[in-house]
C-alpha cells in the first residue's frame, strides 16, 4: 500500500513537471511566431534573414524542451528509487513484521543487523532500529511477567477465578477446578456459585462492594471453603470483572471442631467424677453410717479423686507437648532392655489376670537416641492396654527387632480387639471404643495421643492393626543412632 502511494506520488509529480516544462516551450514558440517583422524590418533580405533565425530558435527551444523532459523524468525515477530504499523499504519490512513480533517470533534482531549492513549512518534507520530494539525488549519483559504470574497461578493451593463484566471466566488456575469440583459445563459466574448454594450477585459485587459481603463460606462434599470476592478495574478506573479466590480451610474446621469436642470431652470427663465425689461426701455428711458403710463410700471417693487425678495429669503431659515444654533430655540406650524393665513393672497386673507374656529380641538391636522417659511412657502405656484389654489367661507377645534405620517394638495380643470403623479414631483425644468399659478400667482416653505425640516428637512411628475379637497389633518404630 505505501509502495502504490508513493508512485502515485512521483507520478503525479513528474506529469506536472513535463506540463510545465511543455507549456513554457509553448509559449515561447507562439511567442516567436507570432512577431510582426514587416514593421521592423524595412527590406525583404533583411526579413528573410530575420525569419531565419526565429526558425533556428524554435528548432533549439524544442530541442531544449525535449532534453529537459528527458533529464527531470530521469531526476523523477532517481529521486523514486532514493524514497523506495531509504523511506518505504524499512517501514514495509517493519509493517511484515508486527504480526511476527506479537507472536513472539525473535525477528527484530535480523532486521537491526540487516538495518546495520545496509547503512550505519542514516539517521531514520536508526531511529527504527532503536524502536525495534526496545519493542522487542518490552515484549520480552512482557512475556517473562505473564509466565511468572501463570507459573505462580498454576502452583497456588489457594484457588483463583477471573470473571469478566458478563460472568464469563476469564481465567482459572488448577486448584479452583479441584476445589470447586467444576467440569466444562460451568463456565460462568452464576452457574458455578448456583452449584455450591452461593447466594452472589455479579453487578452487586461489583458497584457494591463496599455494602455487600465480600466473604463467604461454602462446603464442597467434604471440603470446607472460604470464598473471597473483590472487582477489579481498568487504566481509567472503571469496573471491569471481578477475581474470586478459594481458600481450603477443612483442617482450620476441623481443628475448630476438635477444640469444641475436647472442651466438652473434658467437662464430661470431670463432671463425671465430681459428681460421684459430692454425692458421696453429702451422703457422709447427712447421716450416721457404720464402718463399713464409710469405708466403702470412702474408697469410691478416692477412686474417683485418683481418677481425676489420672485425668489432669495426662491433660498437663499433653498440653506440655502440644507447646514445646516438655524438657526432652535425648540420650542412647538399649530398647529391648527397656522393654523387660516394663514388663517387670507391669508384672502384678499380668499375675493377676494370669496373662502368658513372652518377650523376644530377634537381632542385634542398635542403641537408640531419644527421650528415654517419653519412650518408657509409650511402651508402658501400650502394653498396659494390652494386658487390660485381653481377657484373663490370654497371650501377649512382644518383639523387639531392627529394620533398616529403625528400631521397632511389636506387640501382639488376642484381646477383644478394635472395630475396623475405629481404627480411624483411635488416635483422637478422649476417642474410646467402649466407653463405659474404658471408665470402669480408669482409661481416661488420652493415654495413645499422648504416645503418639511423644513418638513423633522422637522422630518415630506408632501403627495398629486390630480385627474385632481377634487381637491387636501395635508397632512402634524409632530411629537408632
Same mark, same amino acid.
Given at each position: ?175 479452583? #477446578? /479441584? @476445589? *470447586?469440583? =467444576?467440569?466444562?459445563? %460451568?463456565?460462568?459466574?452464576? &452457574? ?120 489432669? #495429669? /495426662? @491433660? *498437663?503431659? =499433653?498440653?506440655?507437648? %502440644?507447646?514445646?515444654?516438655? &524438657? ?154
Amino acid at each position: 500500500m505505501i509502495k502504490n502511494v508513493q508512485l502515485k506520488i512521483i507520478l503525479l509529480f513528474s506529469i506536472l513537471g513535463i506540463f510545465l516544462i511543455t507549456a513554457m516551450a509553448a509559449v515561447s514558440i507562439f511567442y516567436l511566431q507570432n512577431i510582426d517583422l514587416s514593421s521592423i524590418v524595412q527590406t525583404e533580405e533583411q526579413l528573410q534573414q530575420i525569419e531565419e533565425l526565429f526558425l533556428r530558435q524554435i528548432e533549439s527551444i524544442k530541442a531544449v524542451t525535449i532534453i529537459l523532459i528527458l533529464v527531470f523524468g530521469l531526476i523523477c525515477i532517481l529521486i523514486g528509487i532514493f524514497v523506495a530504499k531509504v523511506v518505504v523499504d524499512p517501514i514495509t519490512k517493519l509493517i511484515n513484521r508486527v504480526p511476527k513480533i506479537t507472536a513472539g517470533e525473535n525477528v527484530m534482531l535480523d532486521y537491526i543487523e540487516e538495518g546495520k549492513r545496509k547503512s550505519q549512518t542514516d539517521e531514520l534507520t536508526n531511529a527504527f532500529n532503536i524502536m525495534t530494539h526496545e519493542l522487542q525488549e518490552n515484549l520480552k519483559e512482557v512475556n517473562r511477567q505473564k509466565n511468572q504470574i501463570e507459573t505462580i497461578l498454576l502452583h497456588m493451593t489457594d484457588g483463583v477465578i477471573a470473571f469478566d463484566m458478563d460472568g464469563n471466566i476469564m481465567h482459572i488456575n488448577p486448584a479452583a #477446578t /479441584d @476445589l *470447586l469440583q =467444576l467440569t466444562q459445563k %460451568d463456565n460462568t459466574f452464576e &452457574k458455578i456459585f448456583s452449584k455450591i448454594n452461593i447466594d452472589v450477585n455479579l453487578e452487586k459485587t461489583i458497584y457494591l462492594e463496599n455494602w455487600t459481603s465480600s466473604e463467604q463460606r461454602a462446603q464442597v462434599e467434604d471440603k470446607y471453603l472460604n470464598i473471597f470476592f473483590a472487582s477489579f478495574k481498568d487504566e481509567k478506573d472503571r469496573p471491569s470483572g471481578i477475581i474470586v479466590v478459594i481458600q481450603d480451610i477443612t483442617e482450620h474446621v476441623k481443628l475448630d471442631n476438635m477444640r469444641k469436642e475436647f472442651v466438652a470431652d473434658v467437662s464430661h470427663e470431670l463432671k463425671t467424677p465430681i459428681t460421684s465425689i459430692m454425692g458421696y461426701a453429702d451422703t457422709l455428711l447427712e447421716g450416721e453410717y457404720d464402718k463399713e458403710t464409710k469405708d466403702k463410700f470412702l474408697n469410691v471417693i478416692a477412686s474417683e479423686a485418683r481418677r481425676m487425678a489420672k485425668l489432669v #495429669t /495426662d @491433660l *498437663l503431659i =499433653l498440653s506440655r507437648y %502440644d507447646s514445646n515444654k516438655v &524438657k526432652k533430655e535425648a540420650s542412647e540406650f538399649d530398647l529391648g532392655e527397656l522393654v523387660k524393665k516394663c514388663q517387670e513393672k507391669l508384672q502384678l497386673e499380668i499375675d493377676k489376670k494370669q496373662h502368658q507374656v513372652e518377650c523376644f529380641v530377634t537381632a542385634n538391636v542398635p542403641p537408640v537416641k531419644a527421650d528415654k522417659d517419653g519412650i518408657e511412657r509409650v511402651v508402658l502405656n501400650i502394653m498396659t492396654n494390652s494386658i487390660k484389654y485381653t481377657p484373663d489367661g490370654g497371650n501377649i507377645k512382644i518383639y523387639v527387632g531392627f529394620v533398616y534405620n529403625d528400631a521397632y517394638i511389636k506387640v501382639i495380643d488376642n484381646g477383644i480387639g478394635i472395630p475396623e470403623e475405629d481404627l480411624n479414631r483411635i488416635f483422637d483425644r478422649f476417642y474410646r471404643v467402649d466407653k463405659a468399659r474404658t471408665r470402669e478400667m480408669g482409661g481416661t482416653g488420652l493415654g495413645l495421643s499422648i504416645a503418639k505425640e511423644i513418638l513423633d516428637q522422637n522422630k518415630g512411628s506408632i501403627d495398629i492393626k486390630s480385627e474385632k475379637g481377634k487381637g491387636t497389633e501395635v508397632v512402634i518404630r524409632i530411629p537408632t543412632k
